[in-house]
């Protein structure tokens, strides 16, 4: 990928016929058999991604600087392979403590654009997550989302909480969004919020636990059974008794 071209979308058009050239035929009909979904791919792994992610970011930023690296990766992520989402938040995942409302706004436009439970927790964990703990009044954004009709989102909020609580931030709001949506029958919400649970539980024992006993006879299984995976097992086994 040369990047010698002047404009964004010449650019993502470069980027998407390298992505093309060097992926793998065998590795791409594993990644289609790892997902229930139809999922599009090239069959790159993750860190050879990253690592070329990496090296355009450096480019890009060294010759057009931050607001052309945004407008490569709205581009990208327009699309429907799945490397090319991917990729896209590649580029932005260090640069996410230093956009303000315009651009965090602007990534949350991106959530309709999910296709997969992958490209859509590269978003919300890389990106929108860590902007919440950057400026904390974000927050609001994932009781929007917990309400929305599209599953994408409703499991965008919980998964844009788990940085915070992992620096044992957003416990209140936590068991709020939790309570909301601890009667969702999707599982694809139901997995990101029994992942939030558990990453609450490891970073906050004291306060995490008595509330998944609080619960235990309202959450889903799988839920309970999520959020309680990594405990140690006296405390699994009363959370599942």
């Known amino acids: 990928m040369s990047n010698r071209t002047s404009s964004p979308s010449a650019t993502a058009k470069e980027i998407r016929r390298a992505l ?10 594993g990644v289609q058999w ?17 690592r070329e992610a990496v090296r ?5 930023l060294h010759r057009h600087g931050p607001d052309f690296l945004l407008e490569v990766a709205n581009r990208l992520f327009a699309g429907e392979i ?3 989402k991917n990729f896209a938040v590649f580029l932005l995942e260090t640069l996410s403590g230093k956009f303000g409302d315009a651009e965090f706004k602007r990534l949350a436009s991106w959530l309709p654009r999910i296709s997969s439970w992958a490209d859509h927790d590269a978003l919300v964990y890389y990106l929108i997550g860590p902007m919440m703990v950057t400026k904390p009044s974000r927050i609001k ?44 029958s999707d ?54 008794s």
């Open 187 to 240: 599982d694809m919400a139901q997995k990101g919020l029994g992942w939030l649970l558990r990453e609450t539980a490891k970073a906050n024992a004291k306060r995490a636990v008595p509330y998944l006993m609080k619960i235990r006879h309202q959450a889903p299984r799988l839920v309970l059974r999520t959020a309680c995976e990594t405990s140690p097992l006296k405390t699994r086994t009363k959370v599942l």
């Open 34 to 50: 790892f997902f229930k979904e139809e999922v599009k791919s090239h069959g790159w792994y993750s860190a050879a991604l990253r």
């Open 56 to 60: 355009q970011r450096k480019l890009i």
């Open 82 to 84: 799945l490397e090319e």
């Open 20 to 29: 093309e050239r060097g992926g793998s035929r065998e590795h791409a009909k």
């Open 141 to 184: 954004s994932v009781f929007h989302w917990a309400k929305s009709k599209d599953r994408r989102h409703r499991r965008a909020a919980c998964v844009a909480l788990i940085p915070g609580t992992r620096r044992k931030m957003f416990f209140p709001e936590i068991v709020r969004l939790s309570n909301f949506l601890l009667h969702d």
